[in-house]
């Protein structure tokens, strides 16, 4: 009997423990988890900004010597935003493709690549306020502009678009032609010069960068198609605290008129680099 007295209270000595751990280690992960996207962001001390350098004056590689480095209006963006947390801003430079899913799996904190916010990327991230808002356009070779007067004219035609992009979806949604989609926009552009496109179908922004820097290109405005519904700031769903500040950042900027400062100095520094490389 007395043996028996004794195991049942070791039982309860060893169940107790570790009902008591476990406990503990239950209330550690809830506390973790009770952190916000914000509060982890500062207590790391860095911001993690995914992007997709090929897009200027938004991003691109800046190459100096041989020194790289990822400059546009999207980084000074995202430095505004590191700014106000105080924290130090890290950029990853990826496919434009794999942002999301890497949002999504914390690998970044932030998408800021000229990435439009459309109903379909709303559902699976949040979007900040709109930071920057243009067209769709066409780009075609030089000379070629009068076969391109309306949206009837680009049937059978090939298409080139950014992989994943608005453009993408709307041409092979609204375009009776082919329509291929490159993962980079200075390849779009390659292949146009190579005939392999009749016309590449872009965001007016970029489109009228490559028309600007290349003398062997045109740009065409008046399609009729719909503008964007705006280039904003991508973070994971569920972090409003991480959505406010960047809105605050945003409007704080949009007041001072710094985008559009920003915009027409890297609009003059990438073309220059472009014309210089040439």
Known sequence: MKKSIQKSIILLLVLSLTFLFA??????QKQSEGKTKLDQIKEKGELVMGTSADYPPMEWIQVTGKDQNIVGVDI???KAIADK???KLVIKNMDFTGLLNSLNADDIDIVL?????SPER???VDFSEAYYSGGQVLLVRKGEEGNFKSVEDLKGKKIGTQMASIQQQYAEAN???TVTGLENN???LMELKNNTFDCLFMAELAAKQFAYANDDVALIEDLGVPDEEGNAVAVKKGNPELLEVINEVISDLQKDDKVTSWFNQYVEISTKE???NE
Do not use: S
Not at 23 to 28: L, N, R, S, V
């Open 23 to 28: 406990c503990g280690k239950d209330g550690g």
């Open 122 to 124: 709303m559902k699976e």
């Open 113 to 117: 690549a000229g990435m439009v916010a």
């Open 85 to 87: 947390l105080g924290v």
């Open 175 to 177: 375009f009776d032609a």
């Open 186 to 188: 200075n390849n779009l």
């Open 274 to 276: 472009i014309n210089e």
């Open 76 to 78: 000074e963006i995202a």
